[in-house]
């Protein structure tokens, strides 16, 4: 139906309208009216400082949140993923602090992340579990590790090397805002135009249909799922290397504060919809809004509760919106 | 109609109720018991039976509304958020709108039923998915503690407000004679209402269950509902045991009640589950916690084997499922 709509509204003038009104323009205007409104409330929120600060502390929910789009846009969730970048963290710090050259611990963070999830993966597409319940299982496997494996110990005397986040580009352009960039412009080329990325849209809307169309739904699955962990891998080392020392705890309620991010940036929970644009930008505002709770006096514990909202007010303007669309 | 075959029950050498999940799960749970039992002399004595039965009980009063929820074929994630929001409301209330104490725990009550209507009301009526409707709470009922709260704690409540967690009752720990009562009535109304056939019905096919005109809407209410309720309770008797109210109270309580009703052989596709499972399940879970603590396992090494039973015993469940089905 959207395929339908979207080839007749070639010379449409009312398409212009429509390309304002898609989520990922929504947001655009929320990221920079919210911006100019905290600002004329409070002018040192718009601190070229404060602002690449946001930008710079918040780029890997960014970048998980991508692999976190795919997941859900395939049918799925993910509750682990915090967990899990909490723990690639605290491995490859480990490995840093003890010698072992740069790039391998980069490297060991990655491929344990694909290795976790694409063995989740595997658990919800072959042997069909419900994501939530492995998911779920695995986050209090990942969170319990943790903790009794390093007694909660900090990592620090990390070598200075190690710093992925401090890598500039031109002067200017912060490594972990050039991959937040570059991870979602490829993630949304490769998800529109390649045949597995609209694989993942067939799956998350028609399982069945799709596999009349001989794709594989489970192999998309696991697909899926290993690319999240890569995604998860790559947010993790921002996360590792952007403070001088790894907590070697789970940083709470981080799986939250991504699926706000999915979610918010568009990604029907009902799956077969959505663009990783739409969740970079929303992974913007949430850090955005984070930051300007603090310039216009309101306490920063009320953050998580405007997530909630924030995924409350999406998600049923989401289902009324597709009702609307099916009524019509 | 005599050419159909009948069912070949007569055939089976074992007696039908010795196959039953809830049976060999009790069987398992027997046997754990006896092992740990011999393992450790301080385990098997009646004390520390009764100690676990207390510490079990404010996950066992949301394992039983989940049971429901689970039958249906739904889920709520948002039980620890509104144990910790309800746990805040009941101590804010009683210290800073100066509410007594009785009134406080009706309100924390309320608040409780109240975010469970909420996830019911939006479930049935938007249709949105109780996975997500209860991630997207979990997230606002956590929320809301942390913001009211502020990262304060209340304590020094009167000391009659300890009893209910603390005390015994006929020398039977207070709180375990609300589970036992709360057990009881869930496994008559889940076993011999209508209500409670319903859910099943719900869970197999709720597109047959609302052409045969049962109030599914309605009753999905209630039971998200009840979960919050219960969830309230649950907050009420765990600030009388603990003597305090945290924002962080009640995070993680979904991973123990849903192993504990996965491990009781509810499906976790719905239509399958009974009380009694999940009675035993959660038996089952707190003898895990309380035997690893005892041989010397920390508590965080203790939810890694939590969350490894809720993936496995979720694998065994579905495989013999289908292998009952022939799938």
Redesign the interface.
Same mark, same amino acid.
């Given at each position: 139906m959207t395929a339908l709509t979207l080839a007749g509204a070639g010379a449409d003038p009312r398409r212009r309208l429509k390309v304002l009104a898609s989520q990922e323009a929504l947001l655009a205007i929320a990221v920079i009216g919210l911006a100019i409104a905290v600002g004329l409330y409070n002018p040192r929120f718009l601190a070229v400082r404060n602002l690449s600060d946001v930008l710079l502390g918040n780029a890997y929910i960014a970048v998980a949140a991508v692999g976190m789009s795919m997941v859900i846009v395939s049918g799925n969730?993910d509750?682990s993923v915090g967990a899990l970048i909490g723990v690639l963290a605290t491995i490859s710090g480990t490995l840093a602090v003890n010698g072992a050259p740069i790039v391998v611990a980069w490297l060991a963070a990655l491929v344990a992340g694909v290795a976790v999830m694409a063995l989740q993966g595997v658990?919800i597409a072959y !042997? $069909? *579990?419900?994501a939530?319940?492995?998911t &779920?299982?695995? &986050?209090?496997?990942l969170?319990?590790?943790l903790?009794?494996v390093t007694g909660g110990k900090w990592i620090t005397d990390l070598p200075d090397s190690f710093h992925l986040a401090d890598i500039e580009f031109f002067g200017m352009l912060p490594f972990p805002v050039f991959l937040m960039i570059l991870v979602t412009i490829l993630a949304a080329l490769w998800m529109r135009y390649s045949a597995s990325g609209r694989a993942i849209y067939a799956v998350g809307g028609n399982a069945e249909a799709a596999r009349l169309c001989g794709i594989s739904q489970p192999r998309t699955v696991v697909m899926v799922f290993a690319l999240h962990g890569l995604f998860a891998g790559a947010a993790a080392l921002l996360y590792a290397t952007q403070l001088r020392v790894i907590q070697s705890t789970v940083p709470p309620?981080l799986e !939250?504060t991504i *699926?706000?991010a999915s979610?918010v940036g568009g990604v029907s @929970? &009902?799956g077969g919809v959505g663009t990783v644009v739409g969740s970079t930008l929303a992974a913007v505002l949430i850090a955005e809004i984070a930051s300007a709770l603090v310039f216009i006096d309101v306490?920063p514990?009320?953050? $998580?509760?405007?997530?909630?909202?924030l *995924? !409350?007010v999406t998600? @049923?303007a989401d289902? &009324?919106r597709r009702?609307r669309m099916a009524g019509a | 109609m005599s050419e159909i075959p009948l069912p070949q029950v007569a055939k089976r050498v074992v007696p039908w109720w010795l196959i039953r999940h809830e049976t060999m799960l009790a069987l398992i749970l027997l046997i754990a018991l006896i092992g740990l039992g011999s393992l450790n002399n301080r385990f098997l004595t009646l004390d520390n039976l009764l100690n676990q039965g207390r510490l079990t009980t404010e996950v066992g009063l949301i394992a039983l509304p989940m049971t429901f929820i689970i039958i249906t074929g739904g889920i709520d994630l948002s039980v620890g958020s509104i144990v910790g929001l309800c746990a805040i409301l009941l101590g804010y209330s009683w210290k800073v709108f100066g509410f007594p104490l009785p009134l406080a725990m009706c309100f924390s009550l309320l608040v409780g039923a109240a975010a469970g209507f909420l996830n019911g009301i939006v479930i049935t009526r938007v249709k949105v998915p109780p996975l997500i409707m209860t991630i997207a709470t979990l997230a606002l009922y956590r929320g809301l503690a942390e913001g009211i709260s502020q990262a304060r704690s209340v304590r020094g409540y009167p000391e009659w407000f300890y009893f209910i967690g603390q005390e015994n009752l006929f020398g039977v720990p207070a709180q375990l004679w609300l589970l036992l009562i709360a057990i009881v009535v869930s496994a008559i109304v889940l076993d011999r209402t209508t209500f409670g056939r319903t859910l099943y019905a719900i869970g197999n096919n709720e597109t047959a269950a609302r052409f045969s005109g049962l109030a599914v809407d309605r009753v999905k209410l209630i039971i998200y509902t009840l979960s919050g309720l219960m969830a309230g309770l649950s907050a009420c008797v765990l600030v009388s045991r603990v003597t305090t109210t945290r924002s962080d109270m009640g995070i993680g309580y979904e991973l123990d009640v849903i192993a504990a009703v996965v491990l009781g052989g509810t499906s976790i596709f719905g239509g399958v589950g009974t009380i009694w499972g999940t009675v035993v399940g959660l038996a089952m879970i707190q003898l895990l916690k309380n035997g690893l603590a005892l041989t010397g396992v920390k508590g965080d090494a203790t939810i890694v084997v939590i969350g490894a039973v809720l993936i496995l015993s979720t694998l065994v469940a579905s495989s013999l499922q289908r292998k009952r089905e022939g799938v």
């Open positions: 969730i509750i658990i !042997l $069909r *579990i419900p939530i319940v492995v &779920l299982g695995m &986050l209090s496997i969170k319990g590790g903790i009794s309620n !939250l *699926i706000t979610v @929970i &009902l306490s514990y009320w953050i $998580r509760a405007v997530q909630g909202v *995924i !409350l998600v @049923i289902i &009324l009702r | -």
